[in-house]
Every structure is written in C-alpha cells, then in structure tokens.
Nanobody, 115 residues
Framework: VQLVESGGGLVQPGGSLRLSCLAS????????MSWYRQPPGKERELVAR????????NYADSVKGRFTISRDNAKNTVYLQMNSLRPEDTAKYYC?????????WGQGTQVTVSS
C-alpha cells in the first residue's frame, strides 16, 4: 500500500489549495479514504472522510463549509479542496485508509497559511 500526497504549500489567509493523494497497492474503490492533519505541537486530527463510492462525506466542525473531500476511483486519487484558508489551518496534511485491521498513512504534505 502506498499513499502519496501532493499539493501543499504556502498560501495567504483567504486563499485556496487543492491536495491530492494518489493511492496504489490495494483496491482503492473498496475503502473509505480520509484526510488528517497535524498542526505544530498538536495531535493529529481527522479533517474529512469519504465513503468508497463518494456518496457520503464527513467533516470536522472546524472545516465544514470551507473544505471539500472528493475522489476519483478511476484515478485512484482522493482530493481535499481547501477554500477560505486560515492561519489555524497550518499543519501537515496526511492521507489515510484502513482495512484488514491495518492503518496506512502517506508521508504528508505541508500547508502553511500566512501573510
């Protein structure tokens, strides 16, 4: 299993970024996919989750209405569209999936929101 995130960077408050996570090594369309983040000095937290077909999504209260999770099963890719970014969104963002009692993580991509 391999999860490779991309799309992070430095953005001004109010700006937007789209993160991508390319998955391989498993049947992507069978499993929930999630985005987590870990701010500096804090614990990792769930940002958003999407069901295998993309019909159901869940979000942390802190990002509802600003972030959108989506997936393209033909491309084995899950996305996180982040709008109206705030300094408190600064964190390393990780792609995640779980199956067969195991949890898999990508290497993460850094998002920094600063003027």
């Amino acid at each position: 299993v391999q999860l490779v995130e991309s799309g992070g960077g430095l953005v001004q408050p109010g700006g937007s970024l789209r993160l991508s996570c390319l998955a391989s090594g498993f049947t992507f369309s069978n499993y929930d996919m999630s985005w987590y983040r870990q701010p500096p000095g804090k614990e990792r937290e769930l940002v958003a989750r999407i069901s295998p077909a993309g019909s159901s999504t869940n979000y942390a209260d802190s990002v509802k209405g600003r972030f959108t999770i989506s997936r393209d099963n033909a491309k084995n890719t899950v996305y996180l569209q982040m709008n109206s970014l705030r300094p408190e969104d600064t964190a390393k963002y990780y792609c995640n999936t779980r199956f067969d009692r195991l949890t898999y993580w990508g290497q993460g991509t850094q998002v920094t929101v600063s003027s």
